[in-house]
């Protein structure tokens, strides 16, 4: 049973992850959204229309995966943290951000469906591939839905023309798939600027045993974001 101070501690986990992310620009204004889940009887998730680099533990809402409100004003886009958590039994927290490269890459390469990660062994290691998911309106279902093919599979993913998304065991992991992200996607735009420069038409990929390496180490990690 979890204790008042337990959730106490939780809110404030909430409050320096927010934090965390405005400081390394991966959200801006009232962008975001941040979520733990206690139990499918309490979600706790940020507020609605506030400044997440300002919110304090007093700010947090609580929410049930039925989407009933406990407490406080919960985020406009509550329903797509919601299908992640009714989808993904292993999820207990969700980082919801807006990291400007990732987004980039998005829009500049509309037919991608993936982030091009092959080149990149860490990221392999780290999240597998990392999927872009089709736009969908902003505080719709849809949002969640859209999710359904990539779940509970991938953990860390594009939101197409909107932002990021990574889901964990718990907070840090959910936190360090947003800014593998971010990381990942910058290395990878500056590489193509650099092979542009250069007149390179792609980016060289490992070898295929050394894929296959680096993705069995993968699978024999368990799956978490690292």
Not at 78 to 105: D, G
Not at 134 to 141: E, S
Not at 197 to 206: D, E, G, I, R
Request: some cysteine; glycine content about 6%.
């Amino acid at each position: 049973m979890w204790e008042e101070e337990n959730i106490t501690e939780i809110k404030d986990q909430i409050v320096q992850v927010c934090q965390r992310l405005n400081q390394k620009n991966l959200l801006a204004a009232a962008d975001g959204n941040v979520s733990y889940r206690i139990s499918d009887r309490l979600i706790l998730i940020t507020p609605t229309a506030l400044n997440k680099a300002f919110i304090t533990p007093e700010d947090i809402a609580g929410i049930t995966l039925e989407n009933e409100i406990k407490f406080g004003k919960p985020s406009g886009e509550r329903l797509m943290h919601l299908e992640v958590y009714k989808r993904c039994p292993q999820a207990k927290a969700i980082v919801h951000a807006h990291p400007p490269t990732a987004i980039a890459w998005s829009l500049a390469r509309p037919h991608l469906k993936e982030l091009p990660f092959e080149s990149l062994p860490e990221v392999i290691l780290a999240v597998g591939n990392i999927p872009i998911i089709p736009y969908a309106r902003p505080g719709t279902r849809e949002m969640g839905l859209n999710l359904a093919n990539v779940l509970p599979h991938s953990r860390v993913m594009i939101l197409s023309r909107h932002g990021g998304l990574s889901w964990g065991e718990d907070l840090m992991e959910a936190y360090n798939g947003m800014e593998r992200l971010e990381h990942s996607a910058l290395i990878l735009k500056m590489a193509h600027e650099m092979a542009q420069m250069q007149t390179a038409t792609h980016l060289p990929q490992l070898p295929d045993e050394e894929l296959s390496a680096l993705m069995k180490i993968r699978q024999q990690q368990g799956g978490r974001t690292l």
